[in-house]
């Protein structure tokens, strides 16, 4: 199968897209397949067929410690223009049999890419856009989850410039959570135990957009649930060493324990596979997802976000579930790729 890895682009998650993209090309390739890994952003000017032969860079692989300078990643690119599609993009695409979105974070798991590859008629990987979009939305997400009986922490959507800022911290309550309601792997988040620290943490995440979820802080285990063609995956438990579940701790090998299974009861585990399936038909995604909680000492799991593009990187959770029941990463991308072709052809 000729596959199109589309990866990069331009979000503050560009490196997790790049080093998920490298891993998912390289294990495509290993399987046997055509595999050509594409910058969504900064595009290529190499003649099409010869993406799929091109070696894969070493260095993409590897994640750093801080979120991408996109104001550089821009200057980089030697056309310019405001296109989120970079020279040559839609011409790999178009030779493919299907792209595998590695893409995270905005123009990549926010429905957008979707939308137009629809409109190309060019199959790919993951949920469609409604979804996608959909789930992108912190806000959006929990007004849905909330009346299927899925507990999820209060929360308020707040809108808000630096001037609002001093009489939203003198309001909130805390503890609690500050979240960009369109962003991930915990760019911008900031848990606040003090009215104190309130000023702060809006201040961070104004950079991100200035809408924010605020979000009942709930203590508990960090739990997350994978879902693959319909099915519940075996949880896994998050241990940061220091902190919580940052950017850091995310995607820097060793900073955290993930267990998996998590070391629950049999009944916490159902529990948790139905809320993450609950919510996955709610915003009517398909194929997968990994949805994130908070399981308290009763064994309640508080739903946080569902991820429609789970990371594919060398630290990422999902293969590590799949692992779990013996699927392995190759078999994982050729399953989802199976799953997808399955689904675009059921919206046609």
């Not at 894969?56 to 750093?64: D, N, V, Y």
């Not at 410039?161 to 309601?181: M, N, Q, S």
Request: hydrophobic fraction near 45%; charge should be negative.
């Amino acid at each position: 199968m000729k596959i199109v890895v589309l990866a990069g682009g331009l979000s503050d998650e560009r490196n997790v897209s790049l080093s998920s993209g490298c891993k998912v090309c390289a294990a495509l390739r290993q399987r046997g397949h055509e595999a050509a890994l594409v910058d969504m952003y900064l595009g290529t000017q190499a003649e099409a067929q010869a993406l799929f032969s091109a070696p894969i860079p070493e260095e993409l692989t590897r994640i750093g410690r801080q979120a991408p300078d996109l104001a550089a990643v821009k200057a980089s690119r030697p056309a310019g223009g405001d296109s989120q599609f970079g020279p040559g993009v839609l011409e790999a695409c178009r030779m493919a049999d299907v792209v595998f979105l590695g893409l995270h974070g905005a123009c990549g798991e926010d429905g957008r890419v979707q939308a137009a590859l629809d409109l190309l008629g060019i199959p790919y990987t993951g949920s469609g856009y409604l979804g996608s979009a959909i789930a992108m939305d912190k806000d959006l997400t929990k007004r849905l989850a909330a009346p299927l009986g899925v507990a999820t922490p209060r929360w308020e959507l707040v809108r808000y410039t630096a001037d609002d800022i001093p009489a939203l911290a003198a309001r909130l309550e805390t503890p609690c959570v500050v979240k960009p309601v369109a962003s991930g792997s915990s760019i911008g988040v900031s848990i606040v135990s003090r009215r104190a620290d309130l000023p702060a943490a809006l201040t961070g995440a104004l950079a991100h957009g200035g809408v924010c979820v605020v979000e009942q802080y709930i203590a508990g285990r960090e739990i997350q649930v994978g879902i693959l063609e319909g099915k519940a995956l075996p949880s896994i438990e998050i241990i940061p060493k220091a902190g919580f579940y940052d950017y850091e701790n995310k995607y820097q090998p060793g900073a955290a324990e993930e267990i998996t299974p998590a070391p629950i009861p049999p009944e916490w585990e159902k529990r948790l596979g139905q809320a993450a399936l609950d919510v996955f038909h709610a915003l009517g995604l398909s194929v997968y997802a990994r949805a994130d909680f908070i399981v308290t000492q009763d064994g309640t799991p508080w739903f946080l976000e569902i991820n429609t593009l789970p990371g594919m990187t060398p630290t990422s959770l999902l293969p590590q579930e799949a692992a779990a029941v013996g699927i392995g990463y190759g078999e994982l991308c050729e399953r989802i790729i199976e799953a997808s072709l399955a689904a675009r052809k059921a919206q046609r």
